[in-house]
RNA sequence: GCCACCUUAGCUCAGAUGGCAGAGCGGCUCACUCGUAAUGAGCAGGUCGCCGGUUCGAUUCCGGCAGGUGGCUCCA
């Protein structure tokens, strides 16, 4: 009895039945059968052994491949769990995945893990990885897996997993002399895994949540070959480098102070780069219709119990007293927004309304969730507020989805990515009106084109939200802008307009943020520039530097004429070698360093180098202003 | 909030089984007037995060707290 079997390329061939993904990668090349860790069939994950018994596509996963690395890094979770069970016998196991960069394994034992722990199982590792067992896969029936579990090998974890399993066959892998439960594939061998490094241990709750006990979790990546690990920790060793919190200390940008914790403090430079953004995106919204507003900070309580805010907010929210009366310090602007929209009749005429804020909030964020710019306890949101009615929401959706777009261009954010988040448990409106908006939302998408990823249940507890997410240098995801849909808040405000029809009606409310927050956005803009930014958004664009005293007066002419041109420029007057002013200037990540020399002096000259391309030569001034006139304006 | 780790000069970091605290950079002073990533010399700078305990003596050991970092949970 033969098979056939159908390749990526379209190419087929005839295997007799029982034959093994590995036996084919064999006989396709050697060098493919070296590299192979598993294989898919009919787009199913399987092992390399598994023998194939019906026609199907075959694609053979290698280490070189995303897929392929995972199945490396998932079994090396196992080697780990392992060495921590020959370490420690009584542990127990949560769950053991890959994850985008390494594996993880959450692991309950009652002695604490440090760093020298992790040496202790990498060697045990190690250990195990020589003797070279092999991964056995052996399918049960759910009776012997949890007598297994519950007998054999103790693990309530894993009983629990099993409890909750729908279909009727759970899978064990056997590597050597310990047995895990496991969906699968393996890579054939230990052996195959030539280099890897347990990373970090932290806290992790059980199933995620905080009400389960806390297991020990810990972080390690593996590679088939040694050089790709040394890479990996050289390019996270880089990415250090371009923390914003790292990168914001050196270059004077912000700080933060024990006496408030989570709130920022800007310096001058930090500043003028807070307000280059803030004064761009004014003139957008000056552009895109919005007329800008500014609420109080602090408001009376009744007002948040009649947004929602006290009954769904209230954990995040500074409370102060102000004469015998309790008022809350906003995390939101939306009930501000809605008291202006109400402090004038409207008419269907004036519609859409758009409100935009630079709204400063405050939330309450539990301590250990801090974490520099990118999470902090006051910040300032680009919030709008727009005011339609029903038949506009697509148009000002899309509308809103064009106008993040075509900021995240201009500051050269291509990576990122959209997610449509959901009613969450915590929510007030009707399930019609979530229905309703959770519709349009997916609508705007799909007309718009737009990759999006479902994210069911993190809706803001008002409506469903399309967010945007970039990632930081360490690779963590920050949601920045979203576009948030509301038909509960104008209720619960009443707010009305008279339509065409000389009735009442009621408007939809569209909550939306570009940046997210300034502070957010900024921490992302150091990251992805690595603190180089471009010369519109650089608080210092050019620095003069005289070579001696003798040029001082030429210098004080330029640096004036630049100054005069709406440049930020500085001058550099100490008498240190141009060497040495340079060096601070390129530390100082200026991006224009003008030299004058008694060359200079003499041709009128200015001898430009650029921290992006060295040393440019000589030019006369007002080729330079235009020079930089155009960057600035091209936002390069 | 939970778990782990960290906290020594403005910054980056050494340090001692418990006995008067160290470097580099930065700052200040002086000399040097210099051509594309660090000129030299001198001086100043510390309650060793805070509060308790043990001890003749604590920056060092123990406990608590605060702040930070990495995770978890939560969120812009």
Same mark, same amino acid.
């Given at each position: 009895?033969?098979?056939?079997?159908?390749?990526?390329?379209?190419?087929?061939?005839?295997?007799?039945?029982?034959?093994?993904?590995?036996?084919?990668?064999?006989?396709?090349?050697?060098?493919?059968?070296?590299?192979?860790?598993?294989?898919?069939?009919?787009?199913?994950?399987?092992?390399?052994?598994?023998?194939?018994?019906?026609?199907?596509?075959?694609?053979?996963?290698?280490?070189?491949?995303?897929?392929?690395?995972?199945?490396?890094?998932?079994?090396?979770?196992?080697?780990?769990?392992?060495?921590?069970?020959?370490?420690?016998?009584?542990?127990?196991?949560?769950?053991?995945?890959?994850?985008?960069?390494?594996?993880?394994?959450?692991?309950?034992?009652?002695?604490?893990?440090?760093?020298?722990?992790?040496?202790?199982?990498?060697?045990?590792?190690?250990?195990?990885?020589?003797?070279?067992?092999?991964?056995?896969?052996?399918?049960?029936?759910?009776?012997?897996?949890?007598?297994?579990?519950?007998?054999?090998?103790?693990?309530?974890?894993?009983?629990?997993?099993?409890?909750?399993?729908?279909?009727?066959?759970?899978?064990?892998?056997?590597?050597?002399?310990?047995?895990?439960?496991?969906?699968?594939?393996?890579?054939?061998?230990?052996?195959?895994?030539?280099?890897?490094?347990?990373?970090?241990?932290?806290?992790?709750?059980?199933?995620?949540?905080?009400?389960?006990?806390?297991?020990?979790?810990?972080?390690?990546?593996?590679?088939?070959?040694?050089?790709?690990?040394?890479?990996?920790?050289?390019?996270?060793?880089?990415?250090?480098?371009?923390?914003?919190?790292?990168?914001?200390?050196?270059?004077?940008?912000?700080?933060?102070?024990?006496?408030?914790?989570?709130?920022?403090?800007?310096?001058?430079?930090?500043?003028?780069?807070?307000?280059?953004?803030?004064?761009?995106?004014?003139?957008?919204?000056?552009?895109?219709?919005?007329?800008?507003?500014?609420?109080?900070?602090?408001?009376?309580?009744?007002?948040?119990?009649?947004?929602?805010?006290?009954?769904?907010?209230?954990?995040?929210?500074?409370?102060?007293?102000?004469?015998?009366?309790?008022?809350?310090?906003?995390?939101?602007?939306?009930?501000?927004?809605?008291?202006?929209?109400?402090?004038?009749?409207?008419?269907?005429?004036?519609?859409?309304?758009?409100?935009?804020?630079?709204?400063?909030?405050?939330?309450?964020?539990?301590?250990?969730?801090?974490?520099?710019?990118?999470?902090?306890?006051?910040?300032?949101?680009?919030?709008?507020?727009?005011?339609?009615?029903?038949?506009?929401?697509?148009?000002?959706?899309?509308?809103?989805?064009?106008?993040?777009?075509?900021?995240?261009?201009?500051?050269?954010?291509?990576?990122?990515?959209?997610?449509?988040?959901?009613?969450?448990?915590?929510?007030?409106?009707?399930?019609?009106?979530?229905?309703?908006?959770?519709?349009?939302?997916?609508?705007?998408?799909?007309?718009?084109?737009?990759?999006?990823?479902?994210?069911?249940?993190?809706?803001?507890?008002?409506?469903?939200?399309?967010?945007?997410?970039?990632?930081?240098?360490?690779?963590?995801?920050?949601?920045?802008?979203?576009?948030?849909?509301?038909?509960?808040?104008?209720?619960?405000?009443?707010?009305?307009?008279?339509?065409?029809?000389?009735?009442?009606?009621?408007?939809?409310?569209?909550?939306? !943020?570009?940046?997210?927050?300034?502070?957010?956005?900024? !921490?992302?803009?150091?990251?992805?520039?690595?603190?180089?930014?471009?010369?519109?958004?650089?608080?210092?664009?050019?620095?003069?530097?005289?070579?001696?005293?003798?040029?001082?007066?030429?210098?004080?002419?330029?640096?004036?004429?630049?100054?005069?041109?709406?440049?930020?420029?500085?001058?550099?007057?100490?008498?240190?070698?141009?060497?040495?002013?340079?060096?601070?200037?390129?530390?100082?990540?200026?991006?224009?360093?003008?030299?004058?020399?008694?060359?200079?002096?003499?041709?009128?000259?200015?001898?430009?180098?650029?921290?992006?391309?060295?040393?440019?030569?000589?030019?006369?001034?007002?080729?330079?202003?235009?020079?930089?006139?155009?960057?600035?304006?091209?936002? !390069?």
């Amino acid at each position: 009895m033969n098979i056939n079997i159908t390749f990526p390329d379209g190419t087929d061939h005839s295997y007799q039945t029982g034959i093994t993904s590995s036996e084919i990668a064999k006989q396709i090349s050697p060098g493919l059968f070296k590299k192979s860790v598993a294989a898919k069939f009919n787009d199913q994950p399987v092992d390399l052994n598994a023998p194939l018994l019906k026609d199907g596509s075959l694609e053979i996963l290698t280490v070189d491949t995303a897929d392929g690395l995972h199945v490396l890094w998932h079994s090396t979770a196992h080697i780990m769990a392992h060495a921590v069970k020959a370490l420690y016998p009584e542990a127990q196991f949560g769950v053991g995945p890959a994850i985008e960069n390494g594996f993880y394994y959450d692991i309950d034992i009652d002695s604490k893990l440090s760093q020298d722990d992790l040496q202790r199982i990498e060697d045990e590792m190690q250990r195990i990885i020589k003797r070279g067992s092999s991964f056995v896969r052996k399918e049960l029936t759910k009776k012997e897996a949890v007598d297994f579990f519950a007998g054999q090998q103790q693990d309530k974890y894993k009983l629990e997993l099993l409890a909750d399993m729908e279909d009727g066959s759970p899978s064990i892998y056997s590597e050597g002399d310990f047995t895990d439960l496991c969906r699968g594939p393996h890579i054939p061998s230990s052996n195959m895994i030539k280099a890897f490094k347990l990373l970090s241990i932290a806290g992790a709750y059980w199933r995620g949540d905080e009400k389960n006990k806390m297991l020990q979790r810990i972080y390690g990546i593996s590679f088939p070959k040694k050089a790709q690990l040394d890479e990996y920790l050289f390019c996270l060793e880089e990415a250090k480098k371009r923390d914003h919190k790292k990168l914001g200390k050196e270059l004077d940008l912000f700080s933060f102070h024990r006496e408030g914790p989570g709130f920022v403090f800007w310096h001058p430079k930090g500043m003028r780069l807070y307000r280059t953004i803030e004064t761009y995106l004014v003139d957008k919204l000056t552009q895109y219709g919005y007329g800008e507003v500014k609420t109080p900070i602090i408001l009376n309580d009744a007002l948040w119990k009649k947004s929602g805010h006290w009954d769904n907010y209230k954990e995040n929210m500074y409370f102060v007293d102000i004469d015998e009366e309790s008022y809350a310090i906003k995390p939101m602007n939306c009930p501000g927004s809605c008291l202006i929209y109400n402090s004038n009749m409207h008419s269907y005429r004036d519609l859409p309304l758009r409100l935009a804020e630079f709204g400063n909030v405050h939330r309450h964020e539990r301590s250990g969730v801090l974490n520099g710019l990118f999470r902090v306890r006051q910040f300032t949101q680009d919030d709008a507020h727009i005011f339609c009615t029903p038949d506009q929401i697509q148009d000002e959706v899309k509308a809103c989805i064009d106008f993040v777009q075509e900021v995240y261009k201009d500051f050269q954010f291509y990576e990122y990515h959209i997610e449509l988040s959901t009613r969450p448990d915590k929510s007030i409106g009707s399930d019609e009106i979530w229905q309703q908006a959770e519709d349009a939302l997916r609508d705007a998408l799909i007309n718009k084109n737009i990759n999006y990823k479902l994210n069911p249940g993190d809706g803001a507890f008002y409506g469903p939200k399309i967010d945007y997410h970039v990632r930081d240098s360490l690779k963590r995801s920050w949601q920045l802008g979203t576009i948030q849909l509301d038909f509960s808040m104008p209720e619960k405000f009443e707010l009305e307009y008279v339509g065409s029809d000389g009735n009442k009606h009621r408007p939809v409310m569209i909550h939306r !943020a570009i940046f997210g927050s300034i502070e957010r956005f900024i !921490a992302q803009l150091i990251e992805h520039h690595g603190g180089r930014l471009p010369v519109w958004l650089s608080p210092i664009q050019a620095v003069v530097l005289p070579l001696s005293e003798e040029q001082l007066a030429y210098s004080h002419a330029v640096f004036s004429k630049l100054k005069d041109a709406g440049l930020h420029v500085e001058m550099d007057a100490r008498n240190e070698k141009i060497g040495y002013k340079i060096r601070e200037a390129e530390l100082g990540k200026i991006p224009y360093m003008l030299i004058m020399g008694k060359k200079e002096v003499e041709n009128k000259q200015i001898s430009v180098r650029t921290n992006k391309d060295g040393d440019l030569g000589s030019m006369e001034i007002d080729a330079l202003i235009d020079k930089m006139n155009y960057e600035i304006q091209q936002k !390069a």
